[in-house]
């Protein structure tokens, strides 16, 4: 699953749509809980990491910031 592998501030789209009609996510908190901001109407939605990563169908930007 290295395909599977994100952070913060990175860009993701999810297996389903938004309403907005925007697939595009930025994940703005990691944890237990990951809390993505939708691209298109800047809407906020928390998931357990666990349905994250089954909903989750890929990277699209990699963060470049380096975490140290």
Request: proline share 3%; charged share 40%; hydrophobic share 35%.
């Amino acid at each position: 699953m290295a395909d599977k592998e994100f952070g913060l501030n990175d860009v993701v789209e999810m297996k389903k749509a938004h309403p907005c009609g925007a697939n595009r996510w930025r994940i703005i908190r990691l944890g237990m809980d990951i809390r993505i901001k939708c691209e298109g109407c800047a809407h906020s939605v928390l998931i357990p990491r666990k349905d994250f990563t089954k909903k989750m169908k890929k990277v699209l930007v990699k963060n470049e910031k380096s975490e140290e």
